[in-house]
């Protein structure tokens, strides 16, 4: 007998048994109780979602110590992580031309190496007063203050272990690939939006439904579209000024790249510390196609406002 499910995302109440599902893709992750064996499809938003319960405990453990990211580092720079630098880079590059003009303040929420806010707090354009960076594991917080400190950046950091810690009000939310962590996204945006000044901008990245091309895809519990991104953020209570998917194309992504193309980019990022900035930024902007807009895209970017 089939059971009646309700949509995290915007509520509806549907039956299970009519419902369109997919298996989650999970190649073995050990270390975590039941796994997930479905995705189920929301028949009014099409968000993805599972059904099956994960122990928030072992998640929390496993963001904090070091398993999700695999390794720190003392210092954080585009030599150490040159992909999370140059997508961190094209994210501002969306956000700060709807930046109001004048001193602001940064909220980034899950903020992994925090590249976002250095590269904020280092643009003449804008002048960042605040950057709060929330992150849960241990080891990136210390580099982060190490980077930071020794960048010489007047912006004043604050890195808080959650949102629980967090204080005041800032002109800019960033949830960067954190809602697909989420199980209670309204809870979960609810919260991060009581941080949001009145006239503040909240800036979304997520995958564009990598179930469709990831052969494992642990630990992600919502999958969205550009219509169920778009419903939650509107039972939010805010409205949204842009929504589009952006990288390469899901249909390029399942092409499986030449052997020369692999081995430049094997030796590029392995002597990836002593070629130039510049030179990095380039290849793996173009590389990783960070700034293409074009149809179902591997990543979901949305900016919305009150």
Partial sequence: MSSILNCPVCDHPFDEGDAKSTAYPQAGTAGFGPMPRSIHFCPECQAGF??????????????????????SFNRLSIHTHPGQFVLAQSRWDIIKNQMSAGECSILDIGAGQAFLGWIAAKDP??????????????NLRASVQKTWSAGAIDAKLSLKESLDHVEGRYDLIV????????????????????????????????PNQDYRFKPDVFPHLLFFDIMSLTRLIQHSGLSVLSINTYGPSITQKLKRPGAMERTLERCVYRFRKILPSAALQGFFSGHFKVNRCQEDGLWLRALARR
């Fill in 125 to 138: 354009s804008v002048s960042v007063e605040r950057y709060c960076a929330v992150e849960s594991d241990d």
């Fill in 175 to 206: 949830l960067s690939h954190i809602l697909e962590h989420i199980s209670r996204p309204q809870e979960f945006l609810r919260q991060a939006l009581s941080f949001l000044t009145g006239d503040g901008l909240l800036f979304i990245d997520v």
């Fill in 50 to 71: 599972i059904t099956t319960v994960i122990n928030q405990e072992e998640l929390d453990r496993y963001y904090q110590q070091g398993r999700y990211w695999d390794q």
